[in-house]
C-alpha cells in the first residue's frame, strides 16, 4: 500500500499482501535505506526505492517491459537557490 506519507508492505501466511502482519513500513520524507521488491505476480515485480523511483517489471514469454510509476516533477530545484542579490 502507496500513499502521499509514505506506506506499508504486509503479508498473510498464504501470501496475501492486501492483509496480515506487516512486515515493512516507510515514510517518504526519509530515505529508504533498502529498495522495497514485490513481486505482484509471476509475471510482475514492483521496485520502490523513492517516491520519485516507482518500477513496474512486467516479463512474460517475449515480452519484458518496465514502467515507471514514481511521482514525477518539473522542476527538481528551486528558483531560490539562484536569486542573487544586486
Known amino acids: 500500500m502507496l500513499n ?3 506506506g506499508y508492505l504486509c503479508e498473510d501466511q498464504d501470501g496475501n499482501h492486501k492483509k496480515g502482519n506487516i ?3 516507510w515514510q ?3 530515505p529508504l ?5 514485490l513481486a505482484v505476480n509471476k509475471y510482475s515485480t514492483l521496485t520502490v526505492k523513492s517516491q520519485q523511483d516507482i518500477m513496474l517489471k ?3 514469454e517475449s515480452l519484458d517491459l518496465e514502467f515507471d510509476l514514481g511521482e514525477k516533477r518539473t522542476r527538481t530545484d528551486s528558483y ?3 536569486v542573487r542579490e544586486n
Open 58 to 60: 512486467f516479463r512474460c
Open 28 to 30: 517518504w520524507n526519509k
Open 80 to 82: 531560490l537557490t539562484r
Open 4 to 6: 502521499a506519507q509514505g
Open 23 to 25: 512486515l515493512r513500513d
Open 33 to 37: 535505506k533498502e529498495p522495497i521488491i
